[in-house]
């Protein structure tokens, strides 16, 4: 039983299925950076949504010229001096100018934005304000949504999965507390290839497999 809860835990635990992908991720990520930027030259990242904990193994810290900044709604201390924490809203960038940071990242960020006006003001300051960008998200036709790890819940009511989440522990072996259950409710909007397409037009699209399934996409322009 524990393997199982540890599969479908959040990416948070090392054990789990997301973390994999994750860790898989920031090697392919990590590749395409190094084919683009110089080891020797400044380097200035924008991480929407992020944290420290998600750099804390990546070979970019190993650059003394990289600098990360970390966007959030709330400022979220890090223990690490390479990065600096930032207030903001990923949607509206106005303290930023144009084309101010070498690079955006952002990951399983872009999907919490309520609507999909709110990811098309996102998707505009992200080719505003960066020169490059890695964006990724969920799938939504991937069969298990990847927040609550419930088979085929994005094509339900949201009342059938909010019982689903609050009244059994069909999701990841437990029940979540209502208010937030309710708060993912209504924040996730999944999005699918063609929409990341329309709202990174031009960039590369880097598909996440599993079992030939398409589990998450990240729209970049690193070549």
């Known amino acids: 039983m524990s393997f199982i809860t540890d599969l479908f835990s959040p990416s948070e635990n090392p054990r789990s299925l997301g973390a ?11 590749d395409l950076f190094f084919k683009n930027f110089s ?15 998600f750099w804390k193994n990546s070979a970019l810290l190993d650059l003394p010229n990289v600098e990360i900044t970390l966007l959030n ?16 809203d990923a949607t509206s960038m106005p303290q930023f100018p144009d084309q101010s940071f070498d690079l955006i990242f952002s990951n399983s960020v872009i999907e919490h934005l309520y609507t999909w006006e709110n990811q098309q003001k996102m998707a505009a300051e992200i080719l505003r304000v960066g020169k490059k960008h890695f964006i990724q998200t969920p799938n939504k036709h991937f069969p298990i949504e990847a927040h609550y790890a419930i088979p085929f819940s994005q094509y339900v009511p949201k009342s059938w999965v909010f019982f ?12 979540w507390d ?32 599993w079992l030939g399934m398409t589990k998450s996409i990240c729209a970049h322009n690193l070549g």
């Open 39 to 53: 080891k020797t030259k400044p380097v200035r990242i924008l991480d929407l949504g992020g944290t420290d904990y």
């Open 178 to 209: 209502p208010a937030h259950a309710q708060q993912y409710l209504d924040e996730i909007r999944l999005l699918t290839l063609q929409e990341m397409k329309k709202l990174f037009p031009g960039s590369s699209i880097y598909k996440e497999s």
């Open 73 to 88: 709604l709330s400022l979220d201390p890090n223990e690490n001096d390479r990065f600096k924490a930032v207030v903001g």
């Open 20 to 30: 994999k992908f994750r860790n898989q991720r920031q090697k392919d990520f990590e």
């Open 164 to 175: 689903f989440l609050t009244k059994t522990k069909v999701s990841r072996l437990q029940k």
